[in-house]
């Protein structure tokens, strides 16, 4: 029995994330789930009305409820200057297009950011703010929130420590279907901007999910490719970004790899899919069925690790809440980066331990060596040297 | 966009699951996820340094940290009647046998209740309660959590609207199997106080999680059975409870049943599964995978129905928080009875929509029927009409 | 390479399986598949114009096409006599109640028998059955084709190793929906006589498929059942016959277990089940996916086994044909008997290597057993000693 | 009750598939099934001491047991123009250089052909014997055995009857890993032919399994792709070909595709599987486990479709020996061939029901373009139109 007194939960302020808004309310579950974060200011929504009115819904203070988020910036800077109550990080959870200025307003306040992904729509953007972070020693915690699922750390500990051998085929795919029309015609918000380039930046599927299925198969393999051959389509007549994106790839130490995701898969529902070959053994996880990782080793028959079971690596306890057979979720999972976030801010002098800025610059150059080689018909290209 | 004001979170105290508990944390959880309840008061631990210690963990005001249930009852109700800022509903989460004196204690103080099941340890305890209840006008919630699945509730209304058409077969199991040595001996606490018949009351497995099984069954077919024929085993040697149970079921309608619940069962970690077959369709659903549930509709293809599905019973959609392909689990179905709660205490006219004393009081009468069938060697053995 | 002359085929006959049978042509495949076995003459139906037409369909020699089953066991018996082409065994696949005759008829004529299940419909006519092989001195294979798959003899020597540990728990289930409406009434013949009391003997679905899932759990586990307490349901009304079984068991060394077969659940083909929990490991198998088997040793992850893997048991290669990955099946599992008992065959020195008349007595006295059971409301019953 | 009497058994001889072979059994075994076919004559070795030997395992006469295919073909020529009992058909199950020789002294003789995949190790080999069929009038079966399963034929009847809408996206893959290691240097006969560019051609795992993968994708969906892009790869080193292979495929309607084959992906073992995605429905289907194909309208539940509903495409029903859930596997895929051969060859006025010469000529077209890619560094490439 710890005489363990519990650390004042840390305060976070939202910009986006109001009425309609999906992702912002996924944050605010994530951030409450594990009772490390407290939400206390906002700037919901442009609009003072709507701002207000979604600010009233959580029950936050009106005076923090900000319709200017660079006002919000300043205010809540200006509290904690006072030796007050601002808030310790900001979570931006509007379209892809606002993130970098949001970004730029709180990191120059000093304050720590949670950014969704992309956390950019170009790559100069991205590395714009990978300086700004370091020049003004905040954190940012990207939000790539399937490597908080326990069984995702447990593979990246598994290949970390040799397990799976030498790596040699990835195949990483994520397929939904709710853009499988054209849905944004219907004035649907989210299809609306996820469609509009102006929003969401040049990579439509591309860089909604295409992103995610990089950065796992790179979180899990620890290996990102040296050259990728792209294609993307456009399925829907009249739609303005890609919806289906074909990569391959090819790593430094001879692996090789498929990348699949798409948004008008007739069917698929979220279906983020891993699966790694190496030299003695092969894993594959399924986020739609997250408990479970089908581990192989060469030549022995399959083994179904399960999260909760005592052998796994010591990573995969730490990033869970129940035993096994309770099967735990896509919001237990995002919690978990505001968990680790939590810790990484009471323990500035430690290294991060969620994804971060960097992530978020070789998410982008991913994206823009996508866009060229599909641009030049699937030419073989070199993603830049970190 | 409509002008709604949060209603204020719910004050919500807690006695058991202090340090070293798992159930404890669950509701905290549970409560928290939603954001419609504060953590406010706890009698967590009847150790006055525990107590202290378990509330600080928590951040919970010291002078509201007992370690007297009873005091705890007093002076909560205490302040609510001076205008103050009193506990609305309290969560028993100790060792069963407690449940009794805590809910007596609060109900009587006139204070709401949320109580881990089984409700009491005797059927005559659970009568008593359910007296009480209404003599105090309090409502209480027992948390028969899997009810909470948004796809078991999608059954039920399916079951309901009579698309299943005549229920004939029932088979549910609950197969587990921490409890295949003696872990008890260990010293470990959750086995210790499950095995004690003085704590967990006279039925081990069969109180622990057939209860669990028997429930959700009758939740999903709106049926209980009519006459049982039962077996208990106790397989580890020194055990002074059944872990395993084996139940025949008979219902009203002629429909035939078989439960099993075992926490012997090598290599289960916690599979709750229900199989319902009717004259028109069949129901699959497996708590270790929530998301989807088989629906066989006679003479055609199996249907996999998954949660978030916009065709399905409009129950499932108001128990969900994400799109389907984003797994919800566990916490999440507890988290709905909390939520559920809320709505019901908020609106005391309406009619409850959470299990609540009278399940309670029908399992203690299915698990007394099961002793009596089982003592007298399967006997088929009548259950108490309601 | 070895110069291996093969031996010759061996001469089948068949009663019963004409023109509209189902599994008379199941044993045909089956004999054929593995080469050791030519058809050469039936009885095929007591009418001599069908006897004729289906012996035509098959390529039989006119003269070999009997319609009286016991002139072809005189006929062909006096043909093998004179130094002859006789057939070395007789498949008997008829209705359930011509088994004995046809059996007695073969086997006092001095031929080898391969008899569908269950043997008789009398425990008294199987004991008679196992009294005239002994005498008469010829083998009788009876085809409970589930014990046939590889993984289903991976698994009985498993157990038999001492991997499992002590069986505590047998599940088992065999679940078809194609009675679940009226059919007899529809002049289906499998139907038809399947639930007439007259041909099908007083078991309907326990008879038919109950005996299966006996069988399968006693070849598994090494063990039968000590006594039992049953419950036989008719569902669909004007039935003459059960189409619904539950049945407890327990076993000599205080295992427990539970039979569940049906024949109205509906959605259900062919589900037969098995999983059976000792003190160091658990398995599972499902005829409907009977290429793997899981395997879950205690504390450990379960271990997926798959036909064809190099570390199973020796029992298993020897019963498959194909490298793993390449599925086999029923027809597959149903051949394997028919290669064993050819094997036996050439070996009579050597002990059978498929179910015979042994298993066949076991069986009925399961199949009384149970009935008096369920007549006298699930009464706990010894079943008889062997 | 017809009269019919069976036509006669058809006569098949057999070149290569001698001790030690693996596909000549299979191939033995799938003729033998269903009874359409005997097996009389072999030149089952180039050794005559080796060639007798296997021939008397089989039970061939010895006077048909040949050792030079030329001989073999004349002589069963002969008998058959002397009004004997010369072969119908030859089964070519020999390494993939000796197929062109072997199939056309039999063509030239006027003797029907089944022939294993690929047809031939070259394009021109494969147009020259195209040219040969027609010529000589005969019948060539190539036996792209997964089109023999019954659920692969409903998916192309559902696709033909554009129940599945216009193809939006493919996806075919075709894992194994039993050339992980180098297994060639063993000695291990498999493998040795497999890998040596004389005897199997000069692609390895793209012309042993990534022609089963394209040719069962475009048996499916009713197209080839119009252009792709490859990348070979080989993993293990001292290969002498590819053992790895990724195509993007580009379809004439737009839709996009991925070709993953791959021989050293741990733990898989012949995992063949077909996604394909339409504007109105999707379908999966898994060789591993046959006896299902999902199908997934869009906006609706998936589907189960299990080998012998009732409501599959009559296609399915007719390639289909066992009610559902008695599972059927490779071994019956692969005679479905043979029974569909069978028929073709009673019937020479109807169209061909069986893969034949065009589709290995097409296949063969895919070999090439998929090589002139892959050394182009995977330049889009256009397939020779047909």
Chains 1, 2, 3, 4 share one sequence.
């Not at 948004?263 to 070959?277: D, I, P, S």
């Not at 996880?285 to 990782?293: C, F, G, I, K, Y």
Request: proline content about 6%.
């Amino acid at each position: 029995m710890s005489p363990t007194v519990a650390p004042r939960r840390l305060r976070l302020g939202m910009v986006g994330g109001g009425q309609g808004a999906f992702i912002g309310a996924v944050h605010r579950i994530a951030a409450r789930l594990d009772d490390d974060w407290v939400l206390v200011a906002g700037a919901l929504s442009s609009d003072p009305e709507r701002a207000r009115a979604s600010g009233a819904e959580l029950r936050l203070d009106p005076e923090r409820c900000y319709s200017d988020f660079r006002e919000m910036a300043r205010a809540e800077a200006e509290r904690t200057r006072h030796g007050g109550d601002g808030i310790d990080a900001v979570a931006i959870v509007t379209p892809n297009h606002l993130h970098f200025p949001v970004a730029c307003a709180f990191i120059e306040a000093g304050i720590h950011v949670v950014c969704d992904k992309p956390l950019t729509t170009s790559l100069a953007d991205a590395q714009h703010l990978q300086a700004l972070v370091r020049q003004h020693g905040v954190r940012l915690c990207l939000t790539h929130n399937y490597t908080g699922y326990p069984l995702i750390r447990a593979a990246r500990a598994l290949v970390e420590a040799g397990e799976l051998g030498d790596v040699r085929i990835v195949q990483v795919e994520y397929a939904q279907d709710w853009l499988a029309q054209p849905l944004e015609d219907s004035g649907q918000k989210q299809a609306a901007w996820r469609t509009d380039p102006a929003l969401a930046g040049p990579a439509g599927c591309l860089g909604d999910i295409g992103t995610h299925a990089a950065q796992l198969a790179e979180f899990v393999t620890g290996m990102a490719p040296q050259r990728i051959s792209a294609e993307l389509t456009t399925f829907v007549p009249g739609r303005r970004v890609d919806d289906h994106v074909q990569v391959q790839l090819r790593y430094a130490n001879g692996a090789r790899g498929l990348l699949w995701a798409s948004q008008v898969a007739t069917g698929e529902e979220n279906h983020l899919r891993l699966r790694v070959y190496g030299t003695k053994a092969a894993l594959h996880w399924d986020q739609e069925s997250p408990n479970a990782l089908t581990w192989h080793p060469a030549g022995q028959p399959a083994q179904r690790l399960t999260r909760g079971m005592a052998s796994l690596p010591a990573v995969a306890a730490a990033a869970t809440r129940t035993p096994g057979g309770h099967p735990e979720g896509y919001l237990e999972a995002f919690a978990q980066l505001y968990r680790d976030f939590a810790r990484d801010l009471r323990a500035l002098d430690q290294p991060a331990s969620v994804p971060g800025v960097d992530d978020g610059v070789r998410s982008l150059a991913f994206v823009e060596t996508v866009l060229a080689s599909a641009s030049r018909d699937g030419a073989w290209t070199a993603l830049p040297t970190p």
